[in-house]
């Protein structure tokens, strides 16, 4: 594993059913305990894969110190795409409390796409692979929010974890240049 410090930001990246939301899950279970509020954000996902990770947070005792945020695969685009912004808004809310935060994007490929639905409905002209041009805007906006604070601001902190999902291991989608 990698270490990784308050406030910094680390991308988990692979295939389908690899792993990633339990590196993810393991990440909120090892903070229990320590003083962290972990918000865990469920972009796109089926309602049996959130309610599994609910579980599980149940059954350790990590749920009083986590907030889940979840916008399932049936859910409206436009609740998808604003998601991630809304757990980012609730773990900032604590960090600038004095609290030290773990934010888990899971997985903003699923908002790029529901990114991409909203624009083709508004008629934007498309990108590469149908993406809108901003995406690359949205996201960087997204994971630049993830910082420690100095002292005189109370040295809270938020720290991201973003899930991205791969297609057969192409990692040269729009959505991943940036990352």
């Given amino acids: 594993m990698i270490p990784i410090g308050h406030g910094q930001r680390e991308l988990i990246i692979g295939d389908r059913q690899t792993g990633k939301t339990a590196i993810a899950t393991d990440t909120i279970l090892n903070q229990n305990g320590q003083g962290v509020i972990s918000v865990y954000v469920a972009i796109g996902?089926?309602?049996?894969?959130?309610?599994e990770v609910v579980t599980t947070f149940h059954e350790e005792g990590a749920m009083e110190c986590t907030i889940v945020l979840a916008e399932m695969v049936d859910s409206p685009a436009t609740l998808q795409y604003l998601a991630p912004y809304t757990g980012a808004a609730l773990a900032e809310?604590?960090?600038y409390r004095e609290r030290h935060t773990l934010i888990i994007y899971d997985d903003l490929s699923k908002q790029a796409q529901a990114s991409r639905q909203m624009s083709v409905l508004l008629r934007r002209p498309p990108g590469r692979e149908a993406y809108p041009g901003d995406v690359f805007y949205l996201h960087s906006r997204l994971l630049e929010r993830p910082?420690?604070?100095?002292?005189l601001l109370g040295e809270g902190s938020m720290t991201a974890l973003p899930i991205v999902e791969t297609q057969s291991g192409d990692v040269f989608l729009p959505i991943f240049l940036l990352m």
């Fill in 45 to 51: 996902q089926r309602a049996s894969s959130v309610a």
């Fill in 93 to 95: 809310y604590f960090m």
């Fill in 147 to 151: 910082g420690k604070l100095n002292s």
